[in-house]
């Protein structure tokens, strides 16, 4: 429970469920490669990518509240950028994401394990932490390059490197 409003959540949890009950399994849909060249700042090469995910704004907030009983205080304050929307595109060799966020992504401060994660499902079986297989950026370097690991199970990760 949170204190001080629930936002959209409530909804988006109906959404969810609903379909579930209603609608069946689909496949997964099989997108056009295309490739994007990073060096390249350019809204037009993203323009006609079609897997997109958005979230809506506003919902990453920090929380520093008391639990029902008062007897604990839970803080959460992973939450620092909001992000709007993330487009996926792939080609023979690579995956690229382009995340937009509504402020600008805060910065890396060296060491933290949870900031701007990329969770990836591989749809396999075997080992993995909450379903997903790969995690992206957990572990982002000093030279801006980021990270690839791949769950040993639970939250056990080793580098894909």
Do not use: C
């Not at 008062?70 to 709007?84: A, E, F, L, P």
């Not at 900031?115 to 379903?131: D, H, P, Q």
């Amino acid at each position: 429970m949170m204190h001080g409003g629930y936002n959209d959540n409530f909804y988006l949890q109906l959404v969810r469920n609903i379909r579930r009950f209603k609608l069946n399994e689909t496949p997964p849909v099989r997108y056009t490669e295309k490739k994007i060249d990073i060096f390249k700042e350019s809204d037009n090469q993203w323009k006609d990518v079609k897997a997109v995910y958005m979230d809506v704004a506003g919902d990453a907030i920090s929380r520093n509240f008391s639990n029902a009983s008062g007897t604990q205080v839970y803080k959460d304050s992973s939450n620092r950028n909001d992000i709007t929307e993330i487009k996926v595109a792939h080609d023979k060799k690579f995956l690229y994401f382009r995340i937009t966020t509504v402020l600008p992504v805060t910065a890396h401060n060296g060491k933290d394990v949870t900031w701007m994660n990329i969770l990836i499902s591989t749809n396999k079986t075997g080992r993995n932490f909450a379903g997903y297989q790969y995690v992206l950026n957990r572990k982002p370097s000093k030279n801006k390059t980021t990270s690839v690991e791949q769950s040993l199970g639970g939250y056990n990760w080793k580098s894909s490197e």
